[in-house]
């Protein structure tokens, strides 16, 4: 079936042509380093796959050489995040033609981070939002009105290693911004309301933060990678680290009156 599409090694300087070694537990495949024979690779282990049932790890395949892998490429995780890099325009460049025709159709009431899907939600915008989504877990943000961050999805407090709080959702309080947790007549904390839903180590560090720039928007900015700069290898390095099983498509709403929704 792959008949010329294997470079067969030879064994020794006498040896006769080797395509492949099998052991009982492992199976050795010679050929060039090259995409070519790279793709009969895979074609070869997706028929294996589905003749005899059994699953091919192919995390370990995708693994870094240096991490105990062959260093192919996961393409499922590739194309993720070349769809990431569509929903990183729309929501880094809100001033652009295609942020404005999406956020006219689909979010006129919001922000492209807080859209919600609906149940009659087209394959194009599911697939933005499940991207989005990735993006949310490599985006930090900077507090600046309080009117665009979540609280519990949003990496915003600058005193742990994930920007998050440590206090777990209060499903009464699972859609809470930080606009929602300050007293706007007075312009200062709600401290009763924080105190009320935050451990205290979360709750003393809110209050500790100044409330002197409500003048500008909340802002954000990409925190993956050496270089903190938005790249398509860096939201697939992000995909990877974090695991398929981890970041799901993003559910539907029982809502179909509801404004803001794609």
Not at 51 to 68: F, H, I, P, T
Not at 106 to 129: D, E, M, Q, V
Not at 182 to 209: K, P, R
Request: net charge positive; with cysteine.
């Amino acid at each position: 079936m792959f008949e010329g599409e294997f470079l067969r090694d030879p064994v020794g300087s006498r040896g006769g042509p080797v395509s492949h070694l099998l052991f009982a537990d492992d199976t050795v495949l010679f050929g060039d380093a090259t995409k070519g024979e790279a793709r009969s690779i895979m074609s070869i282990l997706n028929q294996y796959e589905c003749l005899s049932g059994q699953l091919v790890a192919y995390d370990k395949l995708c693994r870094e050489k240096s991490n105990g892998g062959l260093g192919f490429r996961d393409n499922h995780a590739f194309n993720i995040a070349l769809l990431s890099k569509q929903a990183w325009r729309i929501a880094s460049d809100p001033s652009s033609q295609i942020a404005q025709v999406y956020k006219a159709k689909y979010f006129p009431h919001g922000t492209f981070w807080n859209a919600k899907i609906g149940n009659k939600s087209s394959l194009t915008c599911r697939n933005l939002l499940y991207a989005r989504d990735l993006l949310i877990k490599g985006v930090k943000w900077s507090v600046g009105n309080e009117k665009t961050i979540e609280i519990w999805n949003h990496r915003w407090l600058p005193h742990t290693h994930s920007n998050r709080l440590i206090t777990p959702i209060n499903p009464d309080y699972a859609n809470l911004r930080l606009y929602d947790i300050i007293d706007n007549e007075i312009g200062i904390w709600n401290i009763t309301l924080i105190i009320h839903l935050f451990f205290s180590v979360d709750a003393d560090f809110i209050m500790s933060m100044p409330l002197h720039q409500i003048h500008r928007d909340d802002s954000f900015v990409w925190d993956m990678g050496n270089s903190k700069q938005f790249t398509v290898k860096s939201v697939y390095q992000l995909y990877r680290e974090n695991g398929r099983t981890t970041h799901t498509q993003p559910s539907t709403s029982s809502s179909q009156t509801q404004r803001g929704y794609f």
